[in-house]
């Protein structure tokens, strides 16, 4: 059964720093790999979504990393802003359906 | 071009009632999947429909259903609510089931008393 962690549950950070989000899944056959961020009280926005075959993906100052071997993916924020203080949560999806398995999420707070 | 939308909101139950909510997917958008969202769980996927026709069903009790219309709007329903059933009900929309990129509504607050 895959499982998703999210390691550290919480990060507080002055702004202008740069930052690594961690996720960790148990089982390496994943079909893809999705990072989310979610404000208080909205839905999810989908941020950056990885393949299985690929290694990262980049969206502006956001870099996401996936290494399928040891089960881990990094989101990397550079430059930080007060913006961008959310919860992020990383999501595992094991074959083309949508069941995504969502790891328990990084609440970040980025102080001005 | 309009987001997922959600209705209601928010909503308060008591126990024992049953509830619909209601998710209108993006224009275009054939398939659509609901997650419940509690501080205990996490994020948990329901069930996903596409072309009026459940493809996947997450690990819950059968008083979670849906459905699905013919214009892709969806519905859940949970039937003798309990108060675990507290939660955010968060619906996403993608183009069709090879598509990868979803789209999250604002979700709806169920609050079972």
């Known amino acids: 059964k895959q499982e998703v962690t999210q390691i550290p549950a919480a990060l507080s950070v002055p702004e202008g720093e740069n930052l690594v989000l961690n996720c960790s899944f148990t089982?390496?056959?994943?079909?893809?790999l999705q990072w989310f961020r979610q404000d208080p009280g909205k839905g999810l926005t989908s941020l950056l979504l990885?393949?299985?075959?690929?290694r990262e993906q980049t969206s502006g100052r956001l870099n996401a990393s996936l290494d399928k071997s040891s089960g881990r993916s990094t989101l990397y924020i550079a430059a930080s802003q007060p913006g961008d203080s959310a919860t992020y949560l990383c999501a595992v999806g094991m074959d083309s359906s949508y069941k995504l398995i969502f790891g328990s999420g990084t609440r970040l707070l980025v102080r001005p | 071009k309009a987001g997922v939308t959600q209705t209601p909101r928010y909503l308060i139950k008591t126990r024992g009632q049953q509830v619909t909510l209601s998710c209108s997917p993006i224009?275009?958008?054939?398939?659509v999947s609901w997650y419940q969202q509690t501080p205990g769980q996490g994020l948990q996927f329901l069930f996903e429909y596409f072309s009026e026709t459940q493809r996947n069903k997450g690990n819950f009790p059968g008083r979670f259903s849906g459905r699905q219309f013919s214009n892709s709007r969806s519905e859940m329903n949970v039937s003798t609510l309990e108060l675990g059933d507290s939660a955010l009900y968060l619906c996403?929309?993608?183009?069709?089931?090879?598509?990868?990129?979803?789209?999250f509504g604002p979700g709806t607050r169920l609050t079972v008393l």
């Open positions: 996403a929309s993608r183009l069709s089931p090879s598509t990868d990129t979803q789209y």
């Open positions: 224009s275009g958008h054939r398939s």
């Open positions: 089982d390496s056959a994943i079909y893809n």
């Open positions: 990885i393949q299985s075959s690929q």
